[in-house]
């Protein structure tokens, strides 16, 4: 079985941060093989990829969130990290974590106010 945790979503003015957690209950798979990975998405819009962390350490942002956003992980604690500094009104969204393109979190939903 595996189920994803979010928290740290929240509400927060345009400039602000904030850092958003994932925790893997993870009984069936081993985290630490599987890449990790950030969506997010906004009213009417389709999901999309934020940010990407392999398991061999490769990353990848959206050009959208380049120099501010920072993915990180925990093997030891199975959990995922977004941090997300900077923000601005058009990075609202629910935020969803992804481990090995197969399994999904709840999602927490981020608003940026202008």
């Known amino acids: 079985q595996v189920q994803l945790v979010e928290s740290g979503g929240g509400l927060v003015q345009a400039g602000g941060s904030l850092n958003l957690s994932c925790v893997c209950e993870c009984s069936d798979i081993t985290f630490r093989d599987w890449g990790v990975e950030w969506f997010r998405q906004a009213p009417g819009e389709k999901r999309k990829?934020?940010?990407?962390?392999?398991?061999?350490?490769?990353?990848k942002y959206a050009d959208s969130v380049k120099g501010r956003f920072t993915i990180s992980r925990d093997n030891n604690k199975d959990t995922v990290f977004l941090q997300m500094n900077a923000l601005k009104p058009e990075d609202t969204a629910v935020y969803y974590c992804n481990v090995g393109a197969q399994f999904w979190g709840q999602g927490t939903q981020v608003t940026v106010s202008s």
């Open positions: 990829s934020v940010a990407r962390l392999g398991a061999l350490g490769t990353l």
